[in-house]
């Protein structure tokens, strides 16, 4: 990777489907970075045969491993910081995050989540909407704070809930949403193309890269 190429590390827990979106729209669209490694905290997530797939390295460190969570992100800290990332992208990794973790990677740590935030925060977010009767749903792409789903939003795609939907259904429509959105947020935030004044987040075009 040359100096001037910025550098991406990618968590993950399960399928590696925005993995997969990420790493195709880098090799499509010729970003100026590269994913250096995926790093799941499950031996036998499916995405790291995503990875592979990609030629990307994959490398596991699981919960066991470590005797409490303090250490098990100490752990994960020096694996990701081996590769000096730009960016550190959570796609699907499914563990809460310490506070010293987050601020270790404070403006370079971003999720995606399956809601229009702030609504729904936290888990089985299709069930929750569909219970609620909203007419509208969808995904958020946000930077990460010590507050779980709460930090600053970069951007949202919404969908619409349909009379006949079901969670698998309307999980579909979201997922297809996070693939499109994503890959851009992540383009923008490890080119520097993101400004960010308290909670409001602003993207500046490709042409404005650093």
Known sequence: MSKSQGSIVVLISGAGSNLHAIAQACAEQRWSARIAAVISNRADAPGLGVA????????????????????????????????????????????????????????????????????????????RALEAGVKWHGATVHLVTPEVDAGPIVDQAVVPVLDDDT????????????????????????EGRLRVQGQRVRMLPPEASR
């Open 167 to 190: 969670e698998a259904s309307l999980r579909a429509r979201v997922l297809e949403q996070e693939h499109r959105i994503y890959p851009a947020a992540v383009r923008a935030l490890v």
């Open 52 to 127: 592979a797939a990609h030629g990307i390295p994959g490398l596991v460190l699981e919960a066991a491993e470590r005797p409490t969570r303090e250490a098990y992100e100490q752990g994960l800290m020096r694996l990701i910081d081996a590769h000096a990332p730009d960016a550190v992208v959570l796609a699907g990794f499914m563990r809460v995050l310490g506070a010293g973790f987050v601020e270790h990677y404070s403006g370079r740590l971003i999720n995606v989540h399956p809601s229009l935030l702030p609504a729904f925060a936290g888990l089985h977010t299709h069930r």
